[in-house]
T-cell receptor, first 118, second 110 residues
Framework: DTEVTQTPKHLVMGMTNKKSLKCEQH?????MYWYKQKAKKPPELMFVYSYEKLSINESVPSRFSPECPNSSLLNLHLHALQPEDSALYLC?????????????????FGPGTRLTVL | RKEVEQDPGPFNVPEGATVAFNCTYS??????FFWYRQDCRKEPKLLMS???SGNEDGRFTAQLNRASQYISLLIRDSKLSDSATYLCVVNRDNTGKLIFGQGTTLQVKP
């Protein structure tokens, strides 16, 4: 069973709605990630937080706003999304990268939130 | 050219078969390497990390060839439950950013 949890499992929203996705991990990891995955494609990185600070933003549109309130929690705030933003949104966590030690930089994924934008 | 390349398949094999997947990566400075498994409409799950010395976990064996920049996964005695997409994943720098291959689909048939 995954130790990374995500809520909600499914979300349907209109283009004018504001919603938030939530992620929580209890593995003591200090790096957390948001990915977007479309059908039959690999996950695409959106954001990386390391020690609760945003370290990577992969040029994600501002209608997606991440937040890391503490070392266990990661949120993704959604506003004015487009239908093409419909996808599976995955959260992951790991220890912060440690020079190629696979045992420490392995990322563990949550079950995802399946988002549909109408 | 994609940074991590895999044959998307699908690989259709009978139960009990041995199947091998290969993956190539273009950045010679890549640091760590993984195989993840993803079932339909589920999250990717770590199958195994891949080390230069090779590693084995039950029916699964992974190999890394740094000189040729390729990674392999061998599955012996395939089970129906092995049917999934197998993602080759590379962690290429000190940011923790994972680079995913497109995935190889395996279908094991009775």
């Amino acid at each position: 069973d995954t130790e990374v949890t995500q809520t909600p499992k499914h979300l349907v929203m209109g283009m004018t709605n504001k919603k938030s996705l939530k992620c929580e991990q209890h593995m003591g990891h200090r790096a957390m990630y948001w990915y977007k995955q479309k059908a039959k494609k690999p996950p695409e990185l959106m954001f990386v937080y390391s020690y609760e600070k945003l370290s990577i933003n992969e040029s994600v549109p501002s209608r997606f706003s991440p937040e890391c309130p503490n070392s266990s929690l990661l949120n993704l705030h959604l506003h004015a999304l487009q239908p093409e933003d419909s996808a599976l949104y995955l959260c992951a966590s790991s220890q912060p990268f440690n020079g190629g030690l696979a045992s420490t930089d392995t990322q563990y994924f949550g079950p995802g939130t399946r988002l549909t934008v109408l | 050219r994609k940074e991590v390349e895999q044959d998307p398949g699908p690989f259709n094999v009978p139960e009990g078969a041995t199947v091998a997947f290969n993956c190539t990566y273009s950045n010679s400075a890549s640091q760590s390497f993984f195989w993840y498994r993803q079932d339909c409409r589920k999250e990717p799950k770590l199958l195994m990390s891949v080390y230069s010395s090779g590693n084995e976990d039950g029916r699964f064996t992974a190999q890394l060839n740094r000189a040729s920049q390729y990674i392999s996964l061998l599955i012996r005695d395939s089970k129906l439950s092995d049917s999934a997409t197998y993602l080759c994943v590379v962690n290429r720098d000190n940011t923790g950013k994972l680079i995913f291959g497109q995935g190889t689909t395996l279908q094991v048939k009775p």
